[in-house]
């Protein structure tokens, strides 16, 4: 099946420094990724919608600047935390939409294995 | 505005059936979904709907009304390894394309 691979799996860094989260789609392309986070004990909330060849749309109250997510290729799609203090630690979760059966117009989310980030 | 809402928690006996219930309120509506994360990992796919009815796929089921935006996900023959949180999602259409959007999740214990 569909497998998107996302790394770094956890990662430490001390405030203010920048952070990058790669998000990959093997075997398919996906034109489309979504970027959640998730704090701990609450559900996935909907960070922003990555495009590739085309600008990210972000959430409302999701800031642009400290979060940037760049699509490049159909198959990898990056989210940077910018300038990280310890509020951004987060379990950071990226997924793609596949086609639930083969020639079926049904498509589901399939979720990377997160990244979660502890901001020092 | 959207609004999706679950139990916070249940408890179910191995061996038991389970029903997880779930209500929605949103525009553009496309489907139902329902996923199994367990802690520190990223959630699974269970099951879907998008027309009224009953799905089955082995111990799970979900079931959806969509006049009355109710869903619910039945666990059947429990298993200690079904203690999770289950996420109810809605999948909705709107200017920008499709997203996801994720209710509170409920977090099942099973208990032996």
């Known amino acids: 099946g569909a497998v998107v691979s996302q790394h770094p799996s956890r990662v430490i860094c001390k405030s203010g420094t920048s952070v990058k989260i790669e998000c990959r789609s093997l075997?398919?392309?996906?034109?489309?990724m979504f970027w959640y986070r998730q704090f701990p004990k609450q559900s996935l909330m909907l960070m922003a919608t990555s495009n590739e060849g085309s600008k990210a749309t972000y959430e409302q109250g999701v800031e642009k600047d400290k979060f940037l997510i760049n699509h490049a290729s159909l198959t990898l799609s990056t989210l940077t935390v910018t300038s990280a203090h310890p509020e951004d630690s987060s379990f950071y979760i990226c997924s793609a939409r596949v086609r639930l059966h083969e020639g079926s117009g049904a498509n589901v989310l399939t979720f990377g294995a997160g990244s979660r980030l502890t901001v020092l | 505005g959207q609004n999706i809402d679950q139990p916070t928690e249940m408890t179910a006996t191995e061996g038991a059936i389970v029903q997880i219930n779930c209500t929605y309120q949103?525009?553009?509506?496309?489907?139902l979904f329902w996923y199994q994360q367990h802690a520190g990992e990223a959630p699974t796919f269970l099951s879907y709907?998008?027309?009224?009815g009953l799905e089955e796929k082995g111990r799970f089921s979900s079931f959806l009304s969509r006049s009355k935006g109710y869903s619910y996900l039945l666990l059947k023959e429990l298993q200690m390894k079904d203690s999770a949180s289950y996420l109810c999602?809605?999948?909705?259409?709107?200017?920008?394309?499709?997203?996801?959007?994720f209710g509170p999740g409920t977090r099942l214990s099973v208990l032996p």
């Open positions: 949103t525009s553009g509506f496309n489907g």
């Open positions: 999602a809605v999948r909705r259409q709107d200017n920008y394309g499709q997203n996801f959007v």
């Open positions: 075997d398919f392309q996906a034109t489309t």
């Open positions: 709907n998008v027309l009224d």
